[in-house]
């Protein structure tokens, strides 16, 4: 299996092959992270640009260091001015971008299908960092990832995904992932939140978390935005909580093997309880760390520097360790695309 | 000017006397005076017509011209020849121009503008409301007698109920339709395609179709209370047509049209994110596309109307979110509905010219979309067996936001008499028509 892909658009169009490809890869990055000089030359000579225009912390910061531990050159755009913010000029953003001899762009845009637009219409590899309520990739791979590290496979599992999942980016790549992966998904939250065509995507629709909760093996609770009360989806936030918030009263009906997930950030006491989001069964903050190691798994394949070593995947030379190295005198990545 | 035209050798196709026979046409001082086999030209010009369909010049109930206001989308010109090569030789247009058509000097202008141009037969629509605000009625008598061939806020619907009944009310003094665009705001909210399985997948706020129906059901309710005549505009959903066809039943005075593109494409279509795509009401499903197949060929459906809404490339090119409604239709109704429909045997042929020609026009009441002897000349000729591509370049329109950019089409437009002049001959344009 090699990664032949320009892009990392979403996960609905990669294949089961391709999702387990770029986990592996992930598996072998992440040990890069735990060597006290964290950086392996696999994108020396690379540029990856960080194009956010849409406020981020967590993600931006995951692909910057991703992109330093794999030594590639990085540069920054943050688009807090509405005009950037527009449609109109994301592609003529990007293409200025590129027009610098980048390699691989990294798209964050508050509008569904932005990342296929820019895509479209630039040579340069683009991943999605998330587009608007369509697909956040690299977050399902983080979850696909610590689900598979944690539970030691996907295939069987039940995932329930709890929370505005009409708004989500991270429900519909996580439906995509864990579905082609082998999982069962429920989704739940309140009716005006989970529309009911999801259903025609495969899983399955629960408006009472007490009766979905006790099967799952997973639960990944979202993040609910503020705005939505005021968008009338919701009467308030308490009801919310009572309802759908995961708290220590509700898990006793749970597995007690079951793992609580959250792509972040969350909002204490409302979609989480303290206890329950600090607690044992929480692995939040693992997912953050996981994030480096899948996000250099997706700059690596989509930069193609893969592609100078086929059949490596490729701990050999894509992680070699520089610890010894004073200099880094042979990358392996530094053929041309 | 006009001249003498003889139409040899066609298949005459005129669902308005039952006609449907291989005959010829005579064309006189801008009516058609004579039909009838082996007509003798007697000096007249002759256009030979065998192995063609000679039908009456079609009507479009649904254009918008974006002129006053926005002449970079489409001018009276550029929108007339794009009707011109679309087999068009009667076009309705909608009041949403700025500044709105609701008073008599901007249906004046219009028709000095079409004069100007000189092509075809423009029918303006006047505006329901005073601004398209939803808030005072026009002068509808004033309109009519400027030469309003109906009422319609088009692009808005009349919000309140209330404002609706008194303008079907009103109406009746005239004699006119009102034209609803149905739409509940508080449910198509910020929406950008049909709320179903496309929307769930690309992360896309939906426009649910109860946001049609909801205002269907209430204006039939309101023209059988008020014996008002209503017509409803670019019907899209399954539901629509059956709320229709009961009315229709019941004796309800409504007429309605559909689309091209809601009779040939379906939701799945956005999958791409393409704005090409994107218009309102938005693309259904397989389902209600069916369903107004059904409605177009048992009549609940009087006739196919484009709802032409030309855009500029930028405003399309914003993304799908951001990109304006609307699509163009004049260049292509007619082909894409031969391909889709008549070629692959959903609907008879007589069924699709019916809906382009006299149905539409008794919709209005008007006298065109005939080919009866006296009638205007207003004649299209068809080749039902040319295939094409569309390619935006060839465009008579100043717009080129088509859905069906790339398609390949079974059947075109080839000649055009419009008045009894020839305006369009093989393909081309004329003297007279340019």
């Known amino acids: ?337 | 000017m006009t001249n003498c035209v003889l139409i040899q050798g066609g298949r005459v196709v005129d669902p308005s006397q039952g006609l449907d026979e291989v005959t010829d046409l005579l064309v006189d001082g801008g009516k058609i005076t004579k039909i009838g086999k082996n007509l003798k030209p007697n000096g007249a010009q002759v256009l030979s017509a065998k192995g063609k369909v000679v039908s009456p010049g079609f009507m479009d109930l649904h254009v918008h011209l974006r002129t006053p206001g926005q002449e970079h989308k489409e001018t009276v010109l550029t929108g007339s020849r794009a009707a011109v090569r679309g087999g068009f030789t009667t076009i309705c247009t909608m009041a949403n121009t700025d500044p709105v058509v609701d008073s008599a000097n901007v249906i004046e202008f219009l028709k000095a503008e079409n004069a100007k141009a000189g092509l075809i037969n423009l029918l303006p629509y006047g505006a329901v409301t005073m601004g398209l605000k939803g808030e005072d009625l026009t002068e509808m008598g004033e309109l009519r007698a400027a030469g309003a061939a109906g009422f319609s806020d088009d692009g808005m619907p009349v919000e309140s109920a209330g404002m609706m009944r008194r303008a079907l009310e009103y109406s009746r003094m005239t004699g006119l339709p009102v034209i609803s665009h149905c739409e509940e705001k508080t449910l198509s909210g910020h929406g950008v395609v049909h709320e179903g399985l496309t929307a769930a997948r690309l992360g896309l706020a939906g426009i649910p179709s109860e946001a049609e129906t909801v205002m269907v059901a209430r204006d039939l309710l309101l023209a059988e209370a008020t014996g008002g005549r209503l017509h409803l505009a670019h019907l899209s959903t399954a539901c629509g047509v059956e709320l229709v066809r009961a009315a229709k039943k019941r004796g309800v005075r409504v007429t309605a049209e559909v689309t091209p593109h809601h009779l040939a494409l379906s939701e799945e279509a956005l999958s791409t994110y393409d704005s090409r795509f994107k218009m309102n009401p938005p693309l259904r499903t397989q389902k209600d596309l069916e369903a107004l197949r059904e409605g177009l060929k048992d009549g609940t459906i009087d006739a196919v109307a484009t709802d032409h809404a030309p855009h500029s490339a930028a405003e399309k090119e914003a993304g799908l979110a951001q990109a304006p409604f609307g699509v163009v239709g004049l260049e292509t109704a007619v082909s894409v509905l031969l391909t889709e429909l008549v070629h692959r045997g959903i609907i008879p042929l007589g069924t699709l010219i019916e809906a382009l020609t006299c149905r539409p026009a008794k919709v209005l009441g008007v006298n065109r979309g005939t080919l009866a002897v006296g009638a205007p000349a207003d004649v299209t000729v068809l080749d039902l067996e040319a295939e094409w591509a569309v390619e935006t370049a060839g465009f008579a329109s100043k717009s080129a936001n088509t859905p069906f950019t790339g398609w390949r089409l079974k059947g075109k437009v080839t000649d055009v008499l419009a008045g009894g002049r020839e305006i369009y001959r093989s393909g081309q344009f004329t003297n007279g028509g340019t």
């Open chain 1, 1 to 337: 299996m090699i990664w032949r892909r320009k892009d990392l658009l979403g996960l609905e169009e990669l294949s089961k092959d391709e999702i387990s490809l770029l986990l592996d890869q992930a598996e072998a990055f992440k040990e890069v992270s735990l060597r006290p000089i964290k950086k392996v030359p696999a994108l020396r000579g690379r540029t990856v640009a960080l194009c956010f225009l849409e406020p981020s912390t967590r993600t931006r910061a995951s692909f910057e260091l991703a992109a330093k531990r794999l030594s590639a050159d990085l540069l920054s755009f943050q688009g807090s001015s509405s005009s950037i913010a527009k449609g109109e000029s994301v592609l003529d953003t990007a293409r200025n971008i590129e027009a610098m001899r980048v390699d691989v762009l990294v798209l964050r845009h508050s509008t569904s299908g932005a990342a296929a637009q820019v895509a479209r219409g630039v040579k340069c590899s683009v991943v999605n960092a998330g587009d608007g309520s369509h697909e956040h990739p690299t977050q399902g791979l983080v979850d696909l990832y610590t689900i598979k590290e944690k539970k030691g496979r996907i295939e069987g599992l039940n995932v329930l995904i709890v929370g505005d999942i009409l708004h989500s980016r991270v429900a519909r790549s996580d439906l995509w992932g864990l579905t082609k992966m082998g999982a069962k998904v429920t989704l739940c939250g309140p009716p005006t939140l989970v529309p009911p065509a999801m259903e025609g995507l495969g899983a399955k629709i629960s408006y009472r978390l007490e009766e979905a909760l006790p099967q799952a093996d997973v639960v990944i609770a979202l993040r609910l935005q503020l705005e939505r009360q005021q968008e009338k989806y919701i009467p308030s936030f308490r009801e919310y909580t009572r309802a759908y918030g995961l708290d220590r009263a509700k898990l006793e009906r749970a597995k007690p093997e079951l793992i609580v997930m959250h792509p972040g950030p969350v909002n204490r006491g409302v979609e989480l309880s303290p206890e329950v989001a600090d607690g044992p069964q929480s692995v939040i903050l693992d997912q953050v760390t996981n994030g480096i190691a899948v996000r250099m798994a997706a700059l690596y394949l989509v930069a193609g520097a893969h592609q100078d070593s086929p059949e490596v995947i490729s701990r050999s030379e894509a992680t070699r360790d520089l610890t010894a190295e004073n200099e880094i005198s042979h990358p392996p990545g530094a053929g041309s695309k």
